[in-house]
């Protein structure tokens, strides 16, 4: 069945620490995106992608890096500059322009913690 | 910018009761607007969206919206809850060039037996 995976799970990280939360989807969706989800804060955007080799900052980018360099994956990078990065992260991806109707289909999710 | 208001961040009805969760949304042209559902630690699941056509929209376990575009509104209905129902429902909307989707914050249904 088509989907979008998330791997791993949980992550733990140390501070000062890089860490790559991995996002790879079978729907042969152009776009891909990443949003951080914390407590009463809703989704917010932190990257998306709309080509192979290309993507745009969204809302929160700062500390974090992505890289798009085959169309079923994303992964995103949560670096040392990112002040406070335990939040739960999910992955999403669509079709592109007014395929959006059919919504996005997102991950399971990665719940990532600094310790 | 589109944006997107959600009123009530925790409701809380008895099983077997109505359920109406509100949601506003801000955009210059006919948005495309979605009804999402997150259990805990799970990613999100469509409910149901609105792009055309009927103002009242059927989606899965039973959900309904409406788009009353006087009101800027895209309100979820069910006529009678169940416990699983339990869980985190975020509104949507997506428009402009790039149809990327904006959230509202979420409102957090709990079901008392």
Request: proline content about 4%; aromatic content about 14%.
């Amino acid at each position: 069945d088509g989907g979008i995976t998330q791997s791993p799970k949980y992550l733990f990280r140390k501070e000062g620490q890089n860490v790559t939360l991995s996002c790879e989807q079978n729907l042969n969706h152009d776009a891909m995106y990443w949003y951080r989800q914390d407590p009463g804060q809703g989704l917010r955007l932190i990257y998306y992608s709309q080509i192979v080799n290309d993507f745009q900052k969204g809302d929160i980018a700062e500390g974090y890096s992505v890289s798009r360099e085959k169309k079923e994956s994303f992964p995103l990078t949560v670096t040392s500059a990112q002040k406070n990065p335990t939040a739960f992260y999910l992955c999403a991806s669509s079709t592109l322009g007014q395929g959006v109707n059919y919504g996005y289909t997102f991950g399971s999710g990665t719940r990532l913690t600094v310790v | 910018a589109q944006s997107v208001t959600q009123p009530d961040i925790h409701i809380t009805v008895s099983e077997g009761a109505s359920l109406e969760l509100r949601c506003n949304y801000s955009y210059g042209a006919t948005p495309y607007l979605f009804w999402y559902v997150q259990s805990p630690g799970q990613g999100l699941q469509l409910l149901l969206k609105y792009f055309s056509g009927d103002t009242l929209v059927q989606g899965i376990k039973g959900f309904e919206a409406e788009f009353k575009r006087s009101q800027s509104s895209f309100n979820l209905r069910k006529p009678s809850v169940h416990w699983s129902d339990a869980a985190e429902y975020f509104c949507a909307v997506a428009g402009g060039s790039n149809y990327k989707l904006t959230f509202g914050k979420g409102t957090l249904l709990t079901v008392n037996p």
